[in-house]
């Protein structure tokens, strides 16, 4: 259902659309008459007309501006929440690749148990104080992030969860088909001399590829969110659930607070199934998100990441998206 505040943005629209037409006829018999008569024969009256219409027409187009903004500030979820998968077996043991598919690698006993745990946890971030919590999911299609799912699943109330989505553009970089581990060994040895970011894997990908899919992947998580604020659902209720693994959610943040890449050099994956927490700050009628300052220390980030920010510093005015 169409919320009547967007009606009342439409029609403003339509009003608007009209006017600027009529706005629009009116200049152009003006200039037909201006190329007749000097504009020296113009009276200071018709010039005064003139002003006043534009500048109607201006305010009008920044009521609109306005309108659209507080819109697209209104999709903001409450916070996203990313979670790296729980233990895996290619975590304990590398030689796991060289017969089994990375992306068909499984959790751990122990993965399992720890993937519990942050159900548990993060159920209760859900469902918030006055029990009015939604939330959305994105995985990855990984074995390893579809048994993480499954297992923070169990622990959500049904009624809770507004929708689930497998997303291909949040997996695990990509290191190549079935691997020799001790090649693979030599290669993240050597990553690690030449850096994360543009290293690339023979056959596989480099981080910027990463960055580049997770980058795609905003896209469509902003959109979404648009599309369930108009659907009905309360934005400030909703949290946004991100199963991804280490490198990738690291890429996340990079992309979300605009890192360097040495500041990603220097940045370390989270622990197995621990909750990587966004909030929504808000000042005003300006919205932003910041990681918990444990969070953001526990992953070696800049500090920017989980300070609030003077809303006028860093152009938070004209801030159209999420």
């Known amino acids: 259902m169409i919320s009547s505040f967007l009606r009342g943005g439409a029609q403003t629209l ?16 003006n200039l037909h008459q201006l190329s007749i008569h000097s504009r020296s024969q113009l009276s200071s009256q018709q010039h005064q007309v003139q002003i006043q219409s534009l500048s109607e ?28 998968h729980g233990q895996s077996e290619g975590n304990v043991d590398e030689g796991v690749y ?17 993937s519990t745990e942050a159900g548990k946890e993060l159920k209760a971030m859900i469902d918030g104080e006055d029990g009015k919590g ?39 970089q990509q290191f190549g088909n079935f691997q020799d581990v001790f090649q693979v060994r030599r290669a993240k040895r050597e990553r690690g001399q030449f850096g994360r970011f543009f290293y690339r894997f023979q056959s596989g990908e480099a981080g910027l590829d990463v960055y580049s899919r997770v980058s795609s992947f905003m896209s469509t998580l902003i959109r979404d969110c648009i599309q369930n604020k108009n659907a009905g659902h309360n934005m400030d209720d909703v949290t946004v659930v991100i199963v991804t693994h280490g490198l990738s959610l690291r890429l996340f943040l990079m992309r979300w607070f605009q890192f360097s890449v040495e500041e990603f050099e220097a940045s370390t994956n989270p622990d197995n199934a621990k909750l990587i927490i966004m909030e929504k700050t808000c000042v005003g009628d300006k919205r932003w998100y910041r990681l918990l300052p444990d969070d953001s220390v526990s992953l070696n980030l800049p500090e920017c990441s ?16 999420l």
Do not use: C
């Not at 659209?68 to 903001?76: M, P, V």
């Open 134 to 172: 939604k939330a959305l999911f994105y995985y990855s299609p990984y074995k390893r992030t579809v048994e993480t799912m499954d297992e923070l699943r169990r622990h959500v109330t049904p009624s809770r969860i507004i929708s689930e989505r497998e997303e291909p553009r949040i997996s695990e």
């Open 57 to 84: 027409n201006r305010s009008q187009r920044r009521l609109f501006s306005t309108i659209t903004e507080a819109g697209l500030k209104s999709a903001r979820p409450r916070r996203i929440i990313l979670i790296r």
């Open 14 to 29: 339509l009003s608007i659309s009209l006017e600027s037409s009529i706005l629009s006829r009116h200049t152009r018999l």
């Open 306 to 321: 989980s300070k609030n920010k003077d809303p006028h510093l860093h152009h938070l005015m004209d801030d159209t998206g």
């Open 98 to 114: 060289v017969t089994t598919p990375d992306w068909q690698v499984p959790l751990t006993l122990h993965g399992r148990i720890q």
